[in-house]
């Protein structure tokens, strides 16, 4: 008897996958790892679970129970965390066997991670995430070489060029801007922190979204109130700039006669276009960093990055710099950029939106240091599994694109006191390579068909005592039986077509007969 008290119910924040969906992002992962290994990185699993304290304070939320992190205590009373992403670990894994690896050290990771924070729509408490990361060198080469692969992905899963952008800012240049609205130094720390958070909540929020987390706070439609940064008015205008940069430079271009007569007859190219849009950016963003030394670097680290992604020929539009872009974990300390599909979709209640971020990543220096008391330099991208596959559902990308799942052929079991001899059938064709199941339930034959059905099997066995007898089998090809039992053709397609819906052949000839009508149905 069952107990009242228990309710099959799955938890807030987690989702259940069905084999139409595994299958899919399987496939989907299989192209993902094609592209990582073609650039030389090299696959690293590290566990589910870490010691808490090896998570230290780069823990994403702050205003969690448990700092966002699932935690428990382990039997000799050492704290004990699900990993809430896949650098953490993978920083641990550098610091702990840093002397036996090749620096730099390039490797790629996927898998589950978990948050313990409110879940909402489109927010999970366990998704899954494929990073990328390479540890051991300072060049920005490194942070290029990851936006370049980012968009070489994207591409392999068929979203088409154009669809997306890769936009790299740096946090140096943030940094610069804190410092020029008064919040630079350690003892802004958890300031300049509340405020970036705020920024990176901007594709979610919009303008004034971030405005209210900039100032005194916002509260959300369940009610719930988050705390702003407390800025001063002028403050959060100096903010609000770095969004209002990247949108002015492209109305400027859209709305310069000169311009659009020079894309119109082909004088200005794509590549002009972009370096345009570059030189008009970085004037922007310098006016904003204003005498920063800290905002300063950051903007020459940027020129650098945009010659390399020129020389590559990546200036197309595929990567371009942008000072909106904001990575709101606490660790990052140089380029930062975000992987952003451009097309338009439908949202949850039917409005046209920008389809938005699917990862993204950057130069963390000082994350492997942590554990070794020296900075390590190290740059990473990682993509958001579950909502790239989203994506790639919403364009019908055949990488994911729904195909019909089929079943095993089924075995069916008419006489239980033949159970063995139906078993040499299954085995025939599994060692033909052919997916087959035997019927181990106790109902009859109509049944055992509508659970062939349910399974999305192509055909089913049968051999009841007349067959047996014969030494035959009976082959059933149920995607002809159902379209036998919709017909509505002239009485020869119909005797036609029921003969090739079910026939017998010798019990010799079983593995070639299923083949035959497998290959009706590819």
């Known amino acids: 008897m069952s107990d009242p008290k228990k309710r099959a119910k799955l938890p807030r924040g987690f989702v259940d996958l069905g084999p139409a969906d595994i299958a899919a992002t399987e496939k989907m992962l299989a192209e993902i790892k094609k592209s990582y290994e073609l650039y030389g990185f090299e696959a690293l699993a590290t566990p589910l679970v870490e010691y808490t304290d090896a998570l230290g304070k780069f823990l994403p939320d702050q205003e969690r129970p448990n700092e966002g992190v699932f935690s428990f205590q382990d039997d000799d009373e050492q704290w004990l965390s699900l990993r809430y992403d896949l650098t953490a670990p993978l920083a641990r894994y550098v610091a702990e066997n840093f002397d036996r690896l090749p620096k730099p050290y390039r490797s790629y990771r996927v898998g589950p991670v978990f948050r313990n924070e409110k879940p909402g729509p489109g927010r999970f408490r366990q998704f899954m995430q494929f990073d990328a990361d390479t540890v051991g060198t300072s060049s920005v080469a490194a942070d290029v070489e990851l936006c370049m692969m980012a968009a070489d992905t994207l591409e392999w899963l068929g979203i088409k060029r154009g669809d997306y952008v890769i936009k790299v800012n740096s946090r140096k240049v943030l940094d610069g801007v804190m410092g020029a609205i008064g919040l630079g130094g350690e003892e802004n720390a958890g300031r300049r922190l509340t405020v970036l958070r705020a920024i990176d909540k901007y594709d979610r929020l919009g303008a004034e979204g971030v405005r209210a987390l900039l100032g005194k706070g916002r509260k959300d439609e369940s009610g719930d109130f988050t705390k702003g940064a407390d800025l001063r008015p002028d403050a959060i205008i100096k903010v609000l700039e770095l969004f209002s940069i990247v949108d002015w430079v492209a109305q ?259 593995v070639e007969a299923v083949k035959e009508v497998l290959a009706r149905h590819p």
């Open 252 to 510: 400027s271009k859209k709305g310069n006669p000169p311009f659009q007569a020079g894309v119109d007859s082909g004088a200005i190219d794509d590549r002009k276009a972009e370096h345009i849009g570059f030189e008009g950016v970085i004037g922007g963003v310098k006016a904003a960093v204003g005498s920063s030394s800290t905002g300063l670097d950051g903007l020459a680290e940027l020129s650098r990055i945009w010659v390399l992604i020129q020389s590559a020929g990546y200036d197309d539009g595929r990567i371009r710099i942008d000072p909106s872009v904001v990575r709101g974990l606490e660790y990052y300390t140089g380029p930062v950029f975000e992987a952003d599909l451009t097309f338009e979709t439908k949202d949850e209640d039917g409005r046209t939106v920008r389809f938005g971020s699917v990862g993204g990543g950057g130069r963390y220096d000082g994350l492997v240091g942590c554990f070794r008391g020296e900075d390590v330099p190290a740059t990473g991208f990682s993509i958001g599994v579950s909502r790239l596959y989203a994506a790639l559902k919403a364009i019908n990308s055949p990488i994911v694109s729904a195909s019909v799942q089929r079943g095993p052929v089924i075995v069916l079991v008419l006489d239980q006191g033949e159970i063995a001899h139906y078993q040499t059938f299954v085995t025939q064709l599994r060692n033909a390579n052919i997916v087959a199941e035997l019927y181990l339930g106790s109902s009859g034959m109509n049944a055992q068909l509508k659970y062939a059905d349910k399974r999305g099997s192509i055909c089913a066995i049968i051999q009841g005592s007349h067959e047996r007898a014969k030494g035959e089998v009976a082959i059933r090809d149920l995607v002809l039986g159902a379209e036998l039992a919709a017909s509505t053709k002239d009485r020869a397609d119909y005797l036609d077509l029921r003969t090739r819906a079910q026939f017998s052949r010798p019990e010799a000839e079983l």
